[in-house]
């Protein structure tokens, strides 16, 4: 499975940004997925997950409010809408597909991850 993450850009704190991550393959409809973010010189830390069937949505505490996770099982993509941006929400941000048919908070559950895009707020 190959992940395609978009939407990322630069945007004034209090903006908003939809990020899109398309999956190859259908296989990830049955998977739950997630989102984690890498700031420079951080480590890679949990955002969002939803199981695979789009309910029970996770959130990191840090954005919880701020941002939905969705996904659309028949386009093969999941989507971050991230609403009342902060400075400290700049990073990388990662799409992910877990092993198991929920999502997870933790990255080690995951096997497929795509190759990020790149969130700058500014304050």
């Known amino acids: 499975v190959q992940l395609q993450a978009s939407g990322g850009g630069l945007v004034q704190a209090g903006g908003s940004l939809r990020l899109s991550c398309t999956a190859s393959?259908?296989?990830?409809?049955?998977?739950?997925m997630g989102w984690f973010r890498q700031a420079s010189g951080k480590e890679r830390e949990f955002v969002a997950a939803?199981?695979?069937?789009?309910?029970?949505?996770t959130y990191a505490e840090s954005v919880k409010g701020r941002f939905t996770i969705s996904r659309a099982n028949a386009q093969n993509t999941l989507y971050l809408q991230m609403n009342d941006l902060k400075p400290e929400d700049t990073a990388l941000y990662f799409c992910?597909?877990?092993?198991?048919?929920?999502?997870?908070?933790?990255?080690?559950?995951?096997?497929?991850w795509g190759h990020g895009t790149q969130v700058t707020v500014s304050s």
């Open positions: 992910a597909v877990c092993r198991y048919s929920v999502g997870s908070t933790s990255a080690q559950n995951y096997q497929y």
């Open positions: 393959k259908r296989t990830s409809s049955n998977n739950g």
């Open positions: 939803i199981n695979w069937n789009g309910i029970n949505p």
